[in-house]
T-cell receptor
């Protein structure tokens, strides 16, 4: 079974520029998450989708961050304009059933550096 | 609100020694608890999870954790450390009604293994 795919793996931009990240979840997984992991901290949920609807975006800085999952499969996360404090790893995860229990699977992440 | 505290941002052990990584949680409802491992430049991999069944949970790579409600703890142990265990470890909590849902992570513990 293929895992959660993310691209790009690394991105360097200057502040005030825009950037977009892409995520392809495991086939058949209806729930998709975006987490932000700042260096030295645990991941923090930014947004959760169920199919193409938003379940939780309470922690998403909506003045600069946006995310969509138009067809209930792939998702993109955008930052516009980026700030220095957005430097972090952005992790995508999807949720599915393993051995009769639901489990979250994480992608490798996109490492963003804002200069 | 749920929260997780990992005691010790860095733990160093000798190869073959006992590994003990501490995690305490706060939750107003019965929690589901997780341990994830993150190797450099990789995503998070599930080690084990507690979902209200047996309080002693065995995971992959020889790790296990014990849920102690009275102590609100879910410490991770491994009898004998290997060099390959060097990584970042994250404890996480989720509401039991939504076992695969939003994860609240601790700040992580970096495990170093000395030869």
């Amino acid at each position: 079974e293929a895992g959660v795919a993310q691209s790009p793996r690394y991105k360097i931009i200057e502040k005030r520029q825009s950037v977009a990240f892409w995520c392809n979840p495991i086939s058949g997984h209806a729930t998709l998450y975006w987490y932000q992991q700042i260096l030295g901290q645990g991941p923090k949920l930014l947004i959760q989708f169920q199919n193409n609807g938003v379940v939780d975006d309470s922690q998403l800085p909506k003045d600069r961050f946006s995310a969509e999952r138009l067809k209930g499969v792939d998702s993109t996360l955008k930052i516009q304009p980026a700030k220095l404090e957005d430097s972090a790893v952005y992790l995508c995860a999807s949720r599915g059933w393993v051995a009769y229990q639901e489990t979250q699977y994480f992608g490798p992440g996109t490492r963003l550096l804002v200069l | 609100a749920q929260s997780v505290t990992q005691l010790g941002s860095h733990v160093s052990v000798s190869e073959g020694a006992l590994v003990l990584l501490r995690c305490n949680y706060s939750s107003s409802v019965p929690p589901y608890l997780f341990w994830y491992v993150q190797y450099p430049n990789q995503g998070l991999q599930l080690l084990l999870k507690y979902t209200s069944a047996a309080t002693l949970v065995k995971g992959i790579n020889g790790f296990e954790a014990e849920f102690k409600k009275s102590e609100t703890s879910f410490h991770l142990t491994k009898p004998s450390a290997h060099m390959s265990d060097a990584a970042e470890y994250f404890c996480a909590v989720s509401e039991w009604r939504n076992q695969g849902g939003k994860l609240i992570f601790g700040q992580g513990t970096e495990l170093s293994v000395k030869p």
